[in-house]
């Protein structure tokens, strides 16, 4: 299915024509589908005036920026170090083994993707695992399976 | 209307502190990272809905405010009454009737609320009994907990920019700089150079324009107090950024933020647009003819970019890639010019040091280490949260009379400070202070402020082998002792987790440590082999018990142990059955449980589950 690149005008012109907006526009594409399709990079360069290899170079540098499409449900495990020694490993093990993907992959069915994160500042409430932006503190390893009804 | 004169803030101060004394009560409600994630936002709907409904005398739904983190985070969502500073915690939208009626309505209190001291098990009322509260002193935090994150008007009823009035009105420039060379203000982010040195450098660069640059790239794991202060005080960190482009002699100013935090970008957003609309920021602030303008960039969550040079490039729009510094940022910093970066925590002290001086400043923490310093305290404390304390505070003071010591009153193990940058001290290190000098000269370092306790059930082998895999994910590849380095080093600690080394490769490491710390070009590189270097340093006998026996002693390294049932303890509840993921579990209700040796992938999720600690980790 090929997204629908109407908006994309739009958000670029949200920027000034520089490179300087460069990462600000490639966020608000990324916002927009979720990932960076390869039209909507193309365009960007030539609307910014910048080279595609720096586009890609930029896109690929950030952790923010997926090139592949994503699921329906992100669930982000925070791994931060706090998260990390209150066991967020084993969760992240669980809801691999539950989804049958590694962190960084998407279900075949586009349902989920699965993602680990260094650290999203609630470290008192650790370990925390973040369902399409809401974030859900002190998780329980048996809370897997509630995690991925959420969202 | 934009605010003309000091005169004119003086009288809307007045105004907006007439404002709120029309309520007979102020109910905050956190709204913090932590109390987010227990459910704040609902709280403070269940609120609005029925104070809408609600008729009670001096009171209105406009004094309920959504403040920013109040720092006691485990026990949220919070709520404090005010005046009377009732505290209360674990709070649901169920609660909230019952809080109304008692507390708002009448002057009594919720007692099932209230906070209980894990000490003496008592209920405490009101926050400054409580000893989290009661042992810190706060400067960056002061409006954290106590202002709505959102409206300017409860800034200024604070004493907001007056400090701006004062630097734009009253001060020269260079006098706003000897007051924060005065201070002995230094850079909060980690690296600890003094605030008024690099102004002073940078006022006096010829090359124009200057730029001034927050940095919010708070990417050390384990640390938020750059997150609270942006989202739930945003205007102090504007107030302390114009008064330095004042001093500098700059015009345009940049945040940098991390996208892992959506709400401070958007909590910083309203402020700027909010202080430009009263005239702090834009065109002729105050009426002095002085202009600045600041914009908000997101990061795109590289850890790299908290590097000063790295950051500017990301800012350019660039791959945040960190160059050589033979020249200064200071000199030569964004777009190649004169650059003052400094992070949240900094700027935040500022409006301080202007309005009450830098010597009152200087007169807390310790002589090289002036001032406070803001904490996350985390991990396997009691109290975790957002603390902070004059610099000189020992570990011992933060851990158990404000942390109140480790959870379920297991052995203290460690506490690691600085980030993967930083490093592990043991008990023995307990009654160190805590300032910039000292933790370096421990082997660790303060580093922006990340405090991770850890217990008996950490293994500083898998701490270590946690950072340097989180450092060989962040290096941005450009050097080789760091890209490369750090992943040998990697590599050689998780053969140590696997019972695979031998005691050569400890000194193999040793070795590439020092290479990595000479050879690499930036502080990401330089400081990376430290989470292995402190551990090894204070830890020895774990490597080596790892490394000899095959035994990982605190019971955390797959590959060298194993989960079995106690049969004594099962009482056959299933739990752990239904936990595991990958079947290795069988067993009928009521019957002991057996797990399967070849099917177990050593998870542990059957022991965190297992409420009747019938499974032993050997």
């Given at each position: ?10 958000i ?49 540098f950030?952790?923010?920026?997926s ?7 992100v ?6 170090t706090t ?11 669980q ?35 973040i ?21 | ?19 709120e004394?029309k309520?007979?009560?102020k ?17 403070v ?20 405010k ?11 969502p ?7 500073g ?13 809080i109304i009626?008692t507390?708002?309505?009448?002057d009594e ?10 000490k ?17 002193h ?32 009253k ?18 982010g980690g ?15 010829e090359?124009?324009?200057h ?12 640390a938020?107090?750059d997150?609270?202060?942006m ?30 935090y959506p709400l ?64 200064r940022?200071?000199?030569k ?19 301080v ?16 280490s ?5 904490f ?85 082998v ?11 994910d ?34 193999k ?7 990595i ?13 430290n ?21 990982c002693?605190?019971g ?63």
């Open positions: 299915m090929t997204p629908d690149f109407s908006k994309l005008p739009q670029i012109d949200r920027y000034p024509k520089n490179s300087e907006s460069l990462i600000a526009v490639l966020q608000d594409i990324q916002k927009e589908y979720h990932y960076l399709p390869s039209e909507t990079l193309k365009e960007t360069a030539k609307a910014l005036d910048v080279p595609l290899s720096k586009v890609f170079s930029v896109s690929t950030y952790n923010a920026f090139l592949y499409p994503r699921g329906e449900k669930i982000r495990i925070c791994v931060g998260c990390h020694i209150r066991g967020a490993k084993v969760i992240q093990q809801l691999e083994d539950r989804l049958k993907i590694k962190a960084g992959q998407t279900t075949p069915d586009l349902k989920y993707t699965l993602e680990v994160v260094n650290c999203v500042g609630a470290c008192a409430m650790a370990p925390v695992v369902v399409n932006d809401k974030y859900y503190g002190s998780v329980k390893v048996s809370d897997s399976k509630k995690l991925m009804r959420r969202g | 209307m934009p605010v003309q004169t000091p005169q004119q803030l003086n009288d809307l101060q007045k105004q907006y502190l007439a404002d004394e309520f007979a009560r109910v905050l409600v956190c709204c913090g990272p932590g109390c987010l994630a227990s459910g704040a936002a609902n709280v709907e269940e609120f609005k809905k029925l104070l809408k409904k609600k008729r009670i005398q001096n009171f209105s739904v406009e004094a309920l959504e403040t920013g983190c109040h720092g006691l985070c485990e026990q949220g919070l709520v404090v009454i005010e005046p009377q009732i505290f209360y915690t674990k709070v649901k939208a169920k609660h909230v009737e019952k009626e507390s708002i309505r009448k209190v919720v007692t099932n609320l209230l906070y209980t001291d894990p003496t098990n008592q209920t405490i009322e009101r926050y400054a009994d409580i000893s989290f509260y009661s042992h810190q706060r400067i960056a935090l002061r409006h954290l907990g106590k202002i709505s994150q959102y409206d300017i008007r409860d800034y200024i009823a604070q004493g907001g920019y007056q400090a701006l009035a004062k630097a734009l009105t001060m020269k420039p260079d006098e706003i700089i000897d007051e924060v060379t005065k201070s002995g203000l230094r850079g909060r690296a600890g150079f003094l605030a008024g040195r690099k102004w002073a450098t940078c006022r006096k660069a090359e124009q324009p730029y001034v640059i927050c940095n919010g790239d708070e990417g050390d794991p384990g938020f107090m997150r609270a202060i989202e739930g005080d945003p205007h102090s960190v504007l107030e302390g950024m114009i008064i330095c482009a004042r001093a500098v002699g700059s015009n345009d100013g940049y945040i940098y933020v991390r996208e892992e401070a970008v958007q909590n910083l957003q309203l402020a700027i647009d909010q202080a430009t609309e009263y005239g702090f920021l834009g065109e002729n602030i105050l009426g002095t003819g002085f202009s600045f303008n600041i914009k908000v960039s997101r990061g795109g969550g590289a850890f790299v970019c908290g590097e000063s040079s790295a950051l500017m490039k990301s800012v350019a729009g660039e791959v945040g890639e960190p160059r050589a510094k033979y020249v940022s200071v000199l910093g964004l777009f190649d010019k004169p650059t003052v970066l400094n992070n949240v925590e900094s700027f935040a002290n500022v409006p040091i202007i309005n009450e001086g830098g010597e009152k400043f200087a007169s807390l923490g310790t002589p090289k002036t001032g406070t310093k803001a996350s305290l985390v991990g396997k404390v009691r109290n975790t949260g957002l603390i902070e304390v004059p610099m000189g505070t020992t570990l011992r003071e933060i851990i158990y009379d404000i942390g109140g010591g480790i959870q379920n009153d297991r052995p203290f193990k460690a506490v690691q400070t600085g980030g993967p940058s930083g490093g592990c001290l043991p008990e023995s290190k307990l009654d160190l202070p805590v300032d910039f000098d000292t933790l370096t000269e421990a082997g660790s370092m303060m580093g922006s402020g990340g405090m991770i306790v850890v217990d008996d059930r950490t293994c500083v898998d701490l270590a082998k946690y950072f340097l895999g989180f450092l060989v962040e290096s941005c590849g450009k050097c080789t002792p760091c890209r490369e380095g750090l992943y040998q080093l990697h590599r050689l600690a998780v053969k140590i987790s696997e019972g695979e080394a031998t005691e050569e490769d400890l000194i490491m040793e070795k590439l440590s020092e290479m710390i000479i050879g690499s070009l930036c502080g990401l590189g330089k400081s990376g082999p989470p292995f270097l402190s551990t090894i340093q204070y830890f020895r006998d774990e490597y080596l018990a790892h490394i000899r026996e095959k035994r002693p605190a955390v390294c797959r590959a060298l142990i194993r989960y079995d049932v106690i049969a004594e303890k099962c009482d056959g509840c299933m739990a752990c059955i239904e936990t595991c993921a990958v079947h290795a579990i069988t067993g009928k209700k009521g019957e002991v449980h057996v797990i399967d040796q070849d099917k177990c992938d050593k998870c542990g999720a059957c022991y965190a589950v297992c409420n009747r600690d019938a499974i032993k980790v050997t």
